[in-house]
């Protein structure tokens, strides 16, 4: 089955710089990749979400790229602001006729520094 | 619309005893999916739903649980008899047609003592 590891664990930024989180998969037929938001004791919120058939997405302040060959997408999140701190989880999928069974990485704690 | 419901929000149990939580999804949501979040596994699929249909039910961990759909608007997950390790946070999500977003509802979160 589906395998996804997710990096760093905790980050800490300063306000204003950029973030980067990293997750790979083991499954190359994945084929939908998530990011969800989590703020603390709240519910997980999608963010941004990518396809395999293209390379880069971006909305606003963040973006997510993908590179099958070496199966491995990150989340990009630039001039970060104090309300961006939360947990990150990335996500891989392979979308069947609808069917999505999501594996989720174990997370990133983001903590923007003012 | 209010979103995903579930109830209750918090459940506090002893060892032994059965346990049922709820999820409403979405009006006119197709898909319904049970997640199982602790610090030690993250976030787990345990069984997902397709117009009231179970799907797949790989993720369910042992056979002391269960989950329902009876009707669209209605979904239990069951956990009989409960154990101190099923203490976690259970969210329900729900996804409507053609899209893929997960709409996850507030979680209930189950302490078995």
């Known amino acids: 089955g589906e395998n996804v590891e997710q990096h760093p664990s905790t980050l800490s930024v300063q306000e204003g710089d950029s973030a980067v989180i990293k997750c790979t998969y083991s499954?190359?037929?994945?084929?939908?990749f998530p990011w969800y938001k989590q703020e603390l004791g709240k519910r997980p919120q999608l963010i941004i979400d990518?396809?395999?058939?293209?390379g880069e997405k971006k909305d606003q302040r963040i973006a997510v790229t993908l590179n099958k060959t070496a199966k491995h997408f990150s989340l990009h999140i630039t001039e970060t602001q104090p309300e961006d701190s939360a947990v990150y989880f990335c996500?891989?999928?392979?979308?069947?006729?609808?069917?999505?069974?999501?594996?989720f990485g174990q997370g990133t704690r983001l903590t923007i520094n003012p | 619309d209010a979103g995903v419901i579930q109830s209750p929000r918090h459940e506090v149990t002893e060892m032994g005893q059965e346990v049922t939580l709820r999820c409403k999804p979405i009006?006119?949501?197709?898909?319904l999916f049970w997640y199982r979040q602790t610090m030690m596994r993250g976030l787990e699929l345990l069984i997902y739903?397709?117009?009231?249909?179970?799907?797949?039910d790989s993720g369910m961990p042992e056979d002391r649980f269960s989950a329902k759909m009876p009707n669209a608007s209605f979904s239990t997950l069951k956990i009989q008899p409960s154990e101190p390790r099923d203490s976690a946070v259970y969210f329900c999500?729900?996804?409507?047609?053609?899209?893929?977003?997960?709409?996850f509802g507030p979680g209930t979160r189950l302490t078995v003592t």
């Open positions: 999500a729900s996804r409507p047609p053609g899209n893929l977003e997960q709409y």
């Open positions: 499954d190359s037929a994945s084929n939908y």
């Open positions: 990518i396809r395999s058939n293209v």
């Open positions: 996500a891989a999928s392979h979308i069947i006729q609808g069917a999505q069974k999501l594996v």
């Open positions: 009006s006119g949501h197709d898909y």
């Open positions: 739903f397709n117009n009231n249909v179970p799907i797949d």
